[in-house]
């Protein structure tokens, strides 16, 4: 009966935020603006009384109006569900609106707005067993610093001795560690999907995804191997060290988002001796450069599941690539999951809805069955 109210709950909850102005739940605590209205628009308002000029990027830059009591507003057109980056740009100085709450994203400090989807509930926090996100601090020799993740624990973790399967989750370029819960609410997706018996309890490892070792040059952004090595050498065996961790490859998943998502196959198809389940959101196979000799059907004994997918409003160039590599596993023979978000571009949207769709398969006996 809980969990059947909860759904309702949830159900109402999209219903109200479509049809009435809201406070953007991306704000900054006790913030009324920015506001998201029925129609997806957003209301924007800024008290820069001294200014002369107040405009808005997001994904283009418009002009706010001062009104007669020295506050800038601008209402803009309708805005895709989503989240989306933005900042202000008061007297020629670009900024972040005090009204937003900070992300990290495009290699640097933005605002940020969350224009709410219809059900949209699988993403939002609910009334269920919350796990643990851990900052946690390891030393990397390869590298000479301190680096660090964030670690998702399941409901539970700090109780009895379990051991749990990990899933090692990647983000995009300009991105860090935290996006994934910040922006990405991975960890309310998956404290969901545990509660309702949709996914197997499982570890969820955030790293900072860039990695400079002495003596190695990258030949691109698509060059790996520095990072590679902090994740086999270091990162994977301070995991299991550490936390109580299954650690055959049965039990061990790699999957990340755009620049991740490449990551994660260069990594998996090098490794494959340690991992059996594989996915890339927005950016799969290992690089632009993606031949169909790099794939033959051993894959579909190397891994239990292969995902992929992309947005259906991702740029003609990112939806192609995915596409592409789509059809080259199709020809090799090579089982996997090709889902398609639609309505989404190359945006945390599509991102969440690829997890909510991979994370119920990971780790699952029978294995889900490819196509």
Known sequence: MKKITVTVMTVMLSTAMSM???????????????????DRSVTFRVDAPSAKSVSVDLGGRQALQKNSEGVWELTTKPIDPGFHYYSLTIDGARTTDPGSQVFFGSGHESSGIEIPEECMGYYLERDVPHG?????????????????????????????NRKYPVLYLLHGAGEDQTGWTKQGFMNNIMDNLIDEGSAVPMIVVMDHGVATIPGIQSASMFDFTAYEKVVIEELIPFIDGNFRTLTDRNHRAIAGLSLGGFQSFTIAMNNRSLFAWLGGFSGSGKGPGTTADLYDDSMNSDFNLIFISTGTKESAQMYATVKNFHDILVNAGVKHIFFQSTGTGHEWLTWRRSLYRLAPMLFKTPMPQSR
């Not at 009435?20 to 029925?38: C, D, F, H, L, M």
């Not at 996100?133 to 009895?160: D, F």
Request: aromatic fraction near 10%; charged fraction near 25%.
């Open 132 to 160: 643990e996100v851990r900052i946690q601090k390891y030393e990397s020799k390869l590298t000479g610093e301190t680096r660090e993740c964030y670690i998702y624990l399941p409901a539970g973790y700090n109780e009895g």
């Open 20 to 38: 009435a102005q809201q406070s953007a739940i991306t704000n900054a605590p006790g913030k009324e603006y920015p506001k998201v209205n029925p």
